[in-house]
C-alpha cells in the first residue's frame, strides 16, 4: 500500500513558476513509477508527466514539454513536479499517482492517487 500526498499548489500569475511535490508512505516507493496527472473543470483527467522507478526516464504529454520538469528523490520518497512559464489553461487540481512497476500515462493504469492540489494561473 503506498500513500500519497501532494502539496506546492497555489495562485499564480502567467509566465510564474511553482513546484508541487509529492510525499509517499511506505518502503516501496523505488519499486514505483510515478506520474502526474491534471483535472480541470468540466474536464476529463489528462496525463501530465511520468518518471520510471530509478528517475532515468521521464515522459511529457506534448502542452508541457519544455515547460515542466519531473523528478524524484527515492532516498526522500518524494517526486517533484516544477512547472515553469505558467499559463492560464494549466489551472486544474494536480494529482499525483503511483504504480508498480514500468512507467505509463494513462490513469487507469495506476493504483494509487493522492488528494490533489489546486494550481490557478491568473492572466
Known amino acids: 500500500q503506498v500513500q500519497l500526498v501532494e502539496s506546492g499548489g497555489g495562485l499564480v500569475q502567467a509566465g510564474g513558476s511553482l513546484r508541487l511535490s509529492c510525499a509517499a508512505s511506505?518502503?516501496?516507493?523505488?519499486?514505483?513509477?510515478m506520474g502526474w496527472f491534471r483535472q480541470a473543470p468540466g474536464k476529463e483527467r489528462e496525463f501530465v508527466a511520468a518518471?520510471?522507478?530509478?528517475?532515468?526516464?521521464?515522459y511529457y504529454a506534448d502542452s508541457v514539454k519544455g515547460r515542466f520538469t519531473i523528478s524524484r528523490d527515492n532516498a526522500k520518497n518524494t517526486v517533484y513536479l516544477q512547472m515553469n512559464s505558467l499559463k492560464p489553461e494549466d489551472t486544474a487540481v494536480y494529482y499525483c499517482?503511483?504504480?508498480?512497476?514500468?512507467?505509463?500515462?494513462?490513469?487507469?493504469?495506476?493504483?494509487?492517487w493522492g488528494q490533489g492540489t489546486q494550481v490557478t494561473v491568473s492572466s
Open positions: 499517482a503511483a504504480r508498480n512497476g514500468l512507467t505509463r500515462q494513462q490513469s487507469y493504469e495506476y493504483d494509487y
Open positions: 518518471i520510471s522507478r530509478s528517475g532515468g526516464s521521464t
Open positions: 511506505g518502503r516501496t516507493f523505488s519499486s514505483h513509477a
